[in-house]
């Protein structure tokens, strides 16, 4: 039954003929998982907050970073450095204290997807990369739960309901990943401040009508909108059987390693030794043991043994080259693949041969050190 300050606060809503009492008991009664605390994420959360949406899950392994706050409108100042889907849950305490927020400050991977997604009634997509838009889709497919998926790039944006009263899946629309060459960056292209925006708002719009059951939800439809037009078109797909069985039950584990698995880019010893000496040299990860770095390393670099990196992440640039370094390349390509994957760096760059090209190449004083 609605308190009096529901009826209050959604007076509004319950003045719909729509919606009425019966719908915001349904709102306040559904829980929503929202992965990805960023542009998509804000406008997401601050909606169904206000909207009364009961349990709402926030997903999202990042810290706020000051590049953010152009376009991810629920940070400030005060909460750089600090971890998204916490300060996301505080921002919407503050619009509506009476939401429950479950904070899970970490990325969605196979391992937890399942269990996590079994706890909510729809799922939200706001994530930036491929891998998590297929891992989610998989595990609605699984369990049986609607995703409602967004997209962005530079000035454009796209938004659909996958799984949706047995329509379509986000494979039958995208079968196949792009490759980690092909997938867009907006760390590297930039994006329209506004534009997060405009498709988040749609995207808490269609999870409204999801959980009320209202009006044409976008099934088996992509909308598309051109932000420099303004200009939108809505794309029809169908639903493809062989394509939608694709589930956490029926994928091949490995290929989840693989999906959109970003290529390792080297540096040789000759290279590295002309960007030290440029006017902007890169930021030096040393990844050996400390007894190692005592015996000899590169002017300048920090020492992070590769069994800590998980827990000194937050003292790597993510918009300044990082050239990761070893004894031989081995260690230092592993931590790569670490540090890509996990906490999702585009940044780095291993340096081919390690210490011991350096000393072959570069600087034969540093044989002692790699001997």
Known sequence: MLSTTDRQRYRRHLQLPEIGEVGQEKLLA?????????GLGCPILQYLAAAGVGTLGIADPDQVDISNLQRQVLFGDADLGQ???????????RINPAVRCEVYPQRVDLAAVRDLV??????VDGSDNFPTRYLLNDACVSLGKPLISGAIYKFEGQVSVFNYQGGPTYRCLFPQPPSANEAPNCDATGVLGVLPGLIGCAQATE??????GLGEVLRGRLWLFDALSFQTRILRFPHNPERAIINLDTANAADYAELCHPPLREITATELQAQLASDTPPFLLDVREPAEYELGHLPGATLIPLAYLSERVEELPRHHPVVVYCRSGRRSAAALEQLQEKFGFDNLINLTGGLRAWATEVDPAMETAVA
């Open 83 to 93: 971890p998204k889907a916490e300060a996301a849950a505080r921002a919407v305490q």
């Open 118 to 123: 079994a706890q909510y009634d729809v799922v």
């Open 30 to 38: 559904a829980r929503v998982l929202v992965v990805g605390a960023g």
């Open 207 to 212: 999870t409204l009508k999801v959980i009320l």
